[in-house]
């Protein structure tokens, strides 16, 4: 079964959500709701250092016609097609703001044509909670969690974070 691109799962994902009333932009990837925008970020891999930054900033680009805004990102979730190394992983649960506000997904393992995917979110985000379950029903992806190097046991860690 050929498993589909990032970017196709995502416009998959935005379709579901504006049939929920949600509000999606047809260009950028976010999703508003409640006045709050939950911000996807899609890229191969992230450096830790450009990922605290991107975390600090928060900012979302809003085009309304042809003009454009920034808004604060309430939530982003940074979709992955390479397993994050251990200290991307480190700087999530080493600051108490970024786990309350960004999901990390890898999905490395469904762009090689598996049923597995690895999730870090504890943002309590309706709209990666949503994610998540599209990601169950609609490709049969098995979400397992993504660990805390420093915490868990590398037995669990070494397969997906090496």
């Not at 929920?20 to 976010?30: A, F, Q, R, T, V």
């Not at 990102?73 to 786990?99: G, H, M, Q, R, W």
């Amino acid at each position: 079964m050929k498993m589909p691109k990032i970017w196709e799962i995502l416009e998959r994902f935005k379709d579901l959500c504006r049939s929920h009333g949600w509000k999606s932009s047809e260009k950028d990837d976010w999703i508003e709701i409640r006045n709050e925008y939950h911000n996807f970020l899609w890229t191969r891999n992230i450096n830790p250092s450009s990922f605290r930054r991107i975390a600090a900033n928060r900012k979302c680009v809003v085009q309304e016609g042809l003009s454009y805004r920034v808004v604060e990102a309430s939530y982003t979730a940074c979709l992955l097609s390479e397993t994050p190394p251990k200290t991307l992983v480190n700087a999530i649960f080493e600051n108490p703001d970024f786990s309350k506000r960004i999901a990390l997904y890898n999905l490395s393992p469904v762009l090689e044509g598996k049923n597995l995917g690895f999730k870090l979110n504890y943002t309590g985000s309706p709209v990666f909670e949503e994610f998540e379950k599209f990601l169950r029903k609609e490709l049969k992806v098995e979400l397992k969690p993504i660990l805390n190097p420093e915490i868990d046991s590398e037995k669990h860690t070494i397969t997906r974070l090496a």
